[in-house]
């Protein structure tokens, strides 16, 4: 009996014995799998940091090629310029002719209409004056004017005859002329259409190659709009061309419009070259048709 009792309680401790063992490889599959689990996560982490990384490096790789490739079009786009630049000669004279009148016609009525307008307003002035209603405005605006036109003694007369539109076919041509239809180096440097000249050594301007005083500049100005308006003020207001602004006033007495083939002829001290160049200029306004702008209609101004 106490033979039993021994096998059975050798029995029950191979049982534990067992159970015990079969408790500890449980255990040792459940960390073996948290421990297989956790390693595919970092692992997976680690492929993820991995693609992001590649691709940051592409897109930067991306974008340095974009500024690679933005930088060579600009050299491109420098180099397409240079180049029509330089081939400008073999553009067709008549497709250069047209392109420049195109080009210089609205700028040339923009500022003849603001001309008008200053004209207008001394017109109003001046009846203001006569019925003794001005205003501190008008007076203002008269003070201005007379200073801007280089009038003295407040001559109204005299005022009158200066703010006046300069017609559009004798501009053109004067332009043409200076310029070589847009195309010398004043034009393309500075935007001198007319070739007017400035004396100084601090003066802003371009100095012409075959000038020898260094101190005779063309002026150059920031756009072709105000080239032309200086050339208006130029006319209106220079003594070299009193007699053009005498016919034109003329003209004006006569209800005519205003010619700028006729009046091209007062403009002899223009140029150095006197009468020749009269009769470029009206060559010009003749062959290229250009009368026809003096007759496009401005807004209404007194006579």
Do not use: C
């Amino acid at each position: 009996m106490k033979n039993f009792f021994k096998v059975l309680n050798l029995g029950n401790k191979k049982k534990k014995f067992f159970k015990a063992i079969s408790l500890k490889n449980n255990n040792f599959s459940y960390y073996k799998s948290v421990l297989i689990f956790s390693s595919v996560v970092f692992t997976l982490i680690l492929l993820t940091i991995h693609i992001s990384s590649k691709n940051i490096e592409s897109t930067f790789s991306h974008n340095r090629n974009l500024d690679k490739f933005s930088q060579t079009q600009e050299l491109y786009n420098l180099k397409k310029i240079e180049k029509e630049t330089i081939k400008i000669d073999e553009i067709p004279i008549s497709k250069r002719k047209s392109d420049f009148i195109l080009k210089m016609l609205p700028i040339v009525q923009e500022v003849n209409e603001k001309i008008l307008s200053k004209r207008e307003r001394i017109f109003l002035i001046e009846k203001r004056l006569k019925t003794n209603s001005l205003s501190v405005l008008d007076a203002d605006s008269l003070k201005r004017l007379f200073r801007e036109y280089n009038v003295k003694n407040n001559d109204f007369k005299e005022l009158k005859s200066r703010t006046d539109i300069i017609p559009i076919s004798l501009t053109i041509a004067q332009a043409a002329i200076e310029s070589g239809w847009g195309t010398s180096r004043f034009a393309l440097k500075g935007n001198a259409f007319f070739g007017q000249k400035i004396v100084g050594s601090n003066k802003n301007g371009i100095k012409p190659i075959e000038n020898k005083n260094p101190l005779v500049k063309v002026r150059s100005f920031n756009t072709l709009k105000d080239s032309v308006y200086a050339y208006a003020k130029n006319l209106n207001t220079h003594n070299a061309y009193k007699k053009f602004r005498q016919v034109r006033r003329e003209q004006r007495s006569l209800s005519q419009t205003l010619d700028g083939h006729y009046l091209a002829k007062t403009l002899k001290n223009y140029s150095e070259l006197g009468k020749p160049y009269i009769t470029k200029v009206q060559s010009i306004i003749k062959e290229n048709n250009l009368e026809r702008f003096d007759y496009l209609e401005y807004q209404s101004a007194q006579r």
